[in-house]
């Protein structure tokens, strides 16, 4: 379950940089750049929590005081 | 469980080892460093600093150049002059400072501390509430904005600030992991924007590229009303936006976990992430909404992603904003807790969190956002100065180290002339030659350790016998 999270995570992730690279090389327009994007947002947003931080690890916190 | 069962949950979990050395099987390596430090330098305020770069008619090359050498200078401050004390003493910054300062200095240093988290955490508050205000369509401030435009502006921001400091007190642990997780996502947004407005502004090469950036983006003319900025505002802004954390001393209570000092060069990520690659990405956003909006005067992180990214771009905006404030609100709780410790946790961040509200709702924070960041540093440098001068010069000029602690005093007076006397030196050279607010820091640090060192050989002299 864990890796099929990380994998929709990634994919989350290329769906915000590879369309405004496509973008970049007029290979797709602005409307569909911002809808891909906006689906890779959602994706990174269910997704990412499940794994990131599930290792409690005792950084240095940030915390001042 | 109970709010106020989670705050001293809470603030159990942050006082750990406030008042002793990090014992050796706590101490992380390099790697922990690189992580935190690259989430925590691109942040809400990346929004701003990028774009008031564009408002100030910075050049090109001189951006480029200014913030290569800035960062470089940062990263060597935390290197080689917090992260070695760090490592030694293993202590919070205000624990090492109440040792040399005493207790009573130190609740003055932590009151100022605590507005200028709250004066911070507010205008991030603005900035998100620029985003959020685009489905109302509310009507955004404009670079000289002081005071608020519209009364649905300062309905927005006091409903945010309100809900932020719900957050605060309820649950800080979740936004920060939630943070954490949301860090390499707005990382690749911010790499996104510099993609996408430069393909808006027609580059597609190098050569375009060149141009671009020195004809349209970094023009080197200011917008109306805004100074002029050259390489050396650059140098010293990107070398001192964070003067509190490094020469100020404020990252000793994160670096003494650090197993080796050079730990300290570990915030090369996080600065040249968030303090260049950030800051250019923002500024090329502002520079198309410029385009876009020829002559417009508003000035509205949350719109200026929004037009340029979509959603993704508004959301951005929003995470960044409100992940910085709500830490930032928590942290001035702690720091209040400090000067009335008898007050519960939960009532302080509230009263922080109404201050902070307050606040936002005057654009003037964000508009002036750089010149806030740069009086943050300036105003708790001094206390950084004492520190490194006792650390390093009180066995050699011939004074007590950490002074209150071995005469069991709750009050410093060469630490407390040393805070005073270079802040006014400081203003001085504000008011007296027109120095800006930029520059101070570099003299003023200087001026603090000399302060420091001269009033404590007179009055903390090493008799013979403490001597050898």
Redesign the interface.
């Known amino acids: 379950m864990k890796s099929v999270l990380k994998i929709a995570s990634v994919i ?2 290329m769906l ?2 590879v369309p ?2 496509l ?2 090389l007029g290979n797709m327009d ?2 569909t ?3 891909w ?2 689906i ?2 959602l994706a ?2 269910v997704t ?2 499940f794994w ?2 599930k290792k409690e ?9 | 469980m109970s709010s106020i069962g989670l705050v001293k949950k809470l603030v159990a ?2 006082n ?1 080892f406030e008042r002793t050395p990090i014992p050796d099987d ?1 101490l ?1 390596g390099n790697k ?2 690189l ?2 430090y690259a989430g ?1 330098h691109t942040a809400g305020t990346e929004f701003v600093i990028g774009p008031l770069f564009v408002a100030h008619g910075v050049g090109a090359i001189d951006l480029v150049l200014g913030l290569l050498m800035g960062n470089l200078l940062a990263v060597m401050s935390w290197g080689l002059i917090t992260a070695p004390i760090a490592t030694a003493k293993r202590m ?3 624990y090492q400072l109440e040792r040399i300062a005493g207790k009573n200095l130190v609740r003055w240093y ?1 009151l100022v ?1 605590a507005l200028m988290f709250c004066f911070l955490a507010g205008s991030m508050i603005a900035v998100s509430a620029t985003a959020v205000g685009i489905p109302f369509d509310l009507e955004m401030p404009t670079l000289n904005d002081w005071l608020p435009r519209t009364p649905g502006w300062i309905i927005t921001v006091l409903v945010m600030g309100a809900v932020i400091t719900l957050v605060a007190i309820q649950g800080y642990n979740q936004v920060s ?2 943070a ?3 860090s ?2 707005m990382i ?2 911010f ?2 924007a510099g ?2 407005g ?3 502004l027609g580059v597609g090469s190098v050569e375009s590229l060149i141009s671009v950036a020195q004809e349209v983006i970094w023009n080197g003319v200011p917008l109306p009303g805004m100074s002029r900025f050259t390489i050396w505002h650059i140098i010293f802004f990107s070398w001192f936006c964070n003067m509190a954390m490094h020469i100020g001393m ?1 990252d000793l ?6 197993k080796s000092w050079t730990s300290g060069f570990a915030v090369f990520t996080g600065v040249y992430l968030g303090h260049f690659v950030a800051w250019i990405a923002s500024g090329i956003l502002y520079a198309v909404f410029l385009q876009a909006n020829t002559g417009s005067q508003e000035f509205a992180p949350g719109q200026i992603a929004y037009q340029t ?5 508004a ?1 951005c905006v929003i995470i960044a904003g409100w992940t910085t404030a709500n ?1 930032t609100i ?2 001035a709780g ?2 209040l ?2 000067i009335f410790p008898n007050v519960p946790t939960w009532k302080i961040t509230a009263i922080v969190g109404g201050i902070t509200s307050l606040a936002a709702c005057f654009p003037a924070l964000v508009m002036k956002l750089l010149d806030f960041v740069a009086l943050y540093g300036l105003l708790l440098m001094p206390m950084g100065a004492v520190i490194f001068a006792d650390f390093y010069f009180a066995k050699k000029m011939g004074f007590r180290s950490e002074a209150a602690l071995s005469t069991k005093s709750n009050f410093n007076l060469p630490a407390l002339l040393s805070w005073v006397l270079t802040l006014g030196f400081c203003l001085g050279l504000n008011l007296f030659y027109g120095v800006e607010i930029f520059f101070l820091g570099l003299p003023g640090w200087f001026v603090a350790v000399a302060i420091f060192v001269t009033l404590s050989k007179m009055k903390y002299p090493l008799t013979k016998s403490l001597a050898k």
């Open positions: 989350g992730l915000s940089i405004p690279v973008f970049f602005l409307d750049m911002k809808l994007m906006g890779g947002m990174w947003m990412a929590p990131i931080n690890d005792r950084r240095p916190k940030t915390e001042e005081n | 979990q942050t750990e706590q992380k922990s460093f992580g935190m925590e919070t910054l205000y932590n501390n992991k939630f954490n997780v949301m390499p996502w690749l947004i790499i996104a993609i996408v430069l393909a808006q404020s209570t994160i670096l003494r976990y650090a990214l979509g959603i993704a771009g959301v830490p928590y942290r702690l720091a807790q400090g």
